[in-house]
């Protein structure tokens, strides 16, 4: 068998279990104590935390041995695995699994150069892939080339977790919530960066970024597309999904929950579409 596992950084909630995705979840720390993310720790606690202590929390990779661990209890029943990291420039969690890797056998580890959703769409190819009779070295090295194909960007509601992040000044995030600027983030190149800036409500917003966004990356694999949020409110999510519906022919339009990897960065009320952008390669 073939085993499609992650780090708890891919965000497909309720996907994990439907697909049969493992995950480790990563160590989020808030003050002087530690959770697992997605275990014990969700997004709400640290929307609670931010707005009582002022202070974003702290992320920790797993260790070496951790990773050596999860992998072995597949491998032990002659499993291969194919693993699936956020991003190296994010976090230290693809160094740690390489280095567990080399102590077994047929464990693949895929620097997704993405975080979020973006992760998660190339472990649920993989998984499509694994279904479909494809050997562990397929997937692997078809993996490798969807990578930077892969469209992740997420409009910021609220320049507050930034702020506190270091990602903005203090005059930058007065003079945004002044003039109703919500900026865009993007995944290039396996780091985030600020893209285009639109201004006024959210939803109107929201739904110039999804338009934008189609046109700019418009070669579309139209298997799926994710809609990830923090939070939003169910009526901006289904706007979305039907400004999809309207604008491009996904035969999935999946809705998830981002966990706390991406509500650290930024806040509540952040949404993005994921999807991966190479239909006529």
């Given at each position: 068998m073939i085993k499609i596992t992650c780090d708890s950084t891919a965000d497909l909630d309720?996907?994990?279990?439907?697909?049969?995705?493992?995950?480790?979840?990563?160590?989020?720390?808030?003050?002087?104590?530690?959770?697992?993310?997605?275990?014990?720790?969700?997004?709400p606690d640290i929307f609670s935390y931010v707005k009582e202590n002022g202070a974003l929390p702290k992320t920790a990779a797993r260790s070496e041995e951790d990773f050596y661990e999860f992998f072995k209890k597949y491998t032990d029943c002659g499993d291969s695995v194919i693993h699936f990291n956020i991003s190296s420039k994010f976090s230290a969690s693809n160094e740690m699994a390489k280095k567990a890797a080399a102590r077994l056998n047929n464990v693949f580890v895929v620097d997704s150069y993405n975080l979020s959703t973006g992760t998660g769409l190339l472990a649920m190819?993989?998984?499509?892939?694994?279904?479909?009779?494809?050997?562990?070295?397929?997937?692997?090295?078809?993996?490798?080339?969807r990578i930077p194909f892969v469209q992740a960007s997420f409009v910021v509601d609220t320049m507050e977790y930034l702020r506190k992040g270091g990602r903005c000044s203090g005059i930058a995030s007065f003079a945004a919530s002044v003039l109703r600027i919500k900026p865009t983030i993007l995944v290039k190149d396996g780091g985030m960066v600020v893209g285009k800036k639109y201004m006024g409500s959210f939803d109107k917003v929201i739904l110039k970024y999804v338009a934008d966004t189609l046109n700019s990356f418009n070669t579309p694999d139209y298997t799926r597309i994710f809609v990830t949020h923090t939070y939003a409110d169910p009526q901006t999510v289904e706007l979305v999904r039907q400004e999809i519906q309207r604008l491009a022919p996904f035969k999935e339009i999946i809705e998830t929950k981002a966990g706390c990897t991406v509500t650290s960065h930024c806040g509540k009320n952040t949404l993005g579409i994921l999807y991966i952008n190479d239909g006529k390669k």
């Open positions: 309720y996907l994990f279990e439907k697909r049969n995705i493992d995950f480790l979840p990563l160590i989020v720390t808030l003050g002087a104590n530690s959770f697992y993310d997605g275990v014990d720790i969700a997004p190819h993989a998984a499509d892939m694994a279904e479909s009779g494809c050997s562990a070295q397929e997937i692997y090295g078809e993996i490798k080339n």
